[in-house]
């Protein structure tokens, strides 16, 4: 799995995150980053910020700070508040200098990142001595009744795999265990982890709109000659017509990270 094929998955994904992802995620964001101190922080870095929807609420915990949003992916980056500082950045290569943030709040980025480690030792190194670390990842799932049927279709359509898995770092961000280790060889002290859930309830037709767009089955559709992928999607949308709608909950847990640069 390559940091190129993230990118270019998220340049075309980047308005349909905008509006199906950035609000559900940002509930999270904002209770991590709640965790950190910044009152005293004089530059504060969102790795991974997409289209900027924590930068706000950086700023209001850190007044006196220069927020900066960095992202991979430029038009992911093109939708964040043109307030903030914006630099097209891969976390596993900051181009920021030894010591100079006093916080980096990474949500929901760090199981995308393919050298988990290197991406974690370039934070610690842009860290001040002290300097706060936080993180959302995702970890368990529950049952997902819609999504099932919307697999099963798909199969039944007989779509390729997904080309380009996105989660290459998953295993060990999904598991407090191994995420702190991570997270200590890195150089992060006071690490504290917690598991809290997720819940999201979209329409049947919200959940239809985006996971054509977003997310491995979308890629694996998008793989199948137009005629089938229509045919794919009349018959996913009748299938999915029938289902109550607590069929559509995606929920599960998700894990709060914070640490100390030591
Ligand atoms: C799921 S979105 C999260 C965006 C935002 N943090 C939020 O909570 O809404 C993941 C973001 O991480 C970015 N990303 C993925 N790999 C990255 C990397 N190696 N360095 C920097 N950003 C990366 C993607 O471009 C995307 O904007």
């Known amino acids: 799995m390559s940091t190129a094929a993230i990118r270019d998955n998220y340049s075309r994904v980047a308005t349909t995150y905008d509006g199906k992802w950035a609000d559900v995620l940002a509930v999270h964001a904002r209770a991590v980053a709640d965790r950190l101190s910044l009152g005293e922080a004089r530059r504060v870095a969102e ?5 900027g929807r924590l930068l706000s609420h950086l700023a209001e915990l850190a007044p006196q700070a220069e927020v900066i949003g960095a992202d991979l ?10 307030q903030f500082a914006r630099v097209v950045a891969d976390a596993q290569a900051l181009p920021f200098r030894a010591g100079v943030l006093d916080a980096v709040v990474m949500p929901f980025v760090l199981f995308h990142v393919p ?14 001595a002290g300097g706060s670390f936080a ?14 049927v919307w697999v099963r279709v798909i199969n039944d359509f007989r779509a390729p795999p997904d080309p380009s898995p996105q989660m290459p ?16 060889d890195a150089g992060f002290v006071s690490v504290e982890i917690t598991v809290e859930r997720f819940h999201h309830q979209p329409t049947a ?25 229509a045919e794919c999607l009349v018959a996913a949308e009748r299938e999915l017509s029938g289902l109550a709608p607590e069929a559509f909950v995606e929920s599960g847990t998700v894990l709060y990270s914070t640490a100390v640069a030591s």
């Open 47 to 51: 790795v991974g910020c997409g289209p």
């Open 73 to 82: 992916t430029e038009a992911m980056l093109r939708q964040a508040p043109a």
């Open 115 to 128: 050298d988990l480690p290197a991406a974690l030792a370039e934070v610690r190194r842009t860290l001040v």
């Open 135 to 148: 993180a959302v990842t995702w970890s368990g799932h529950d049952p997902h009744p819609a999504y099932d």
């Open 169 to 184: 770092s998953n295993d060990t961000t999904s598991d407090p265990v191994e995420l702190r280790i991570a997270l200590q």
């Open 205 to 229: 037709a919200e959940f239809l709109a985006h996971s054509q767009v977003i997310g491995a089955m979308a890629r694996r559709i998008d793989l199948l000659p137009a005629d089938r992928r």
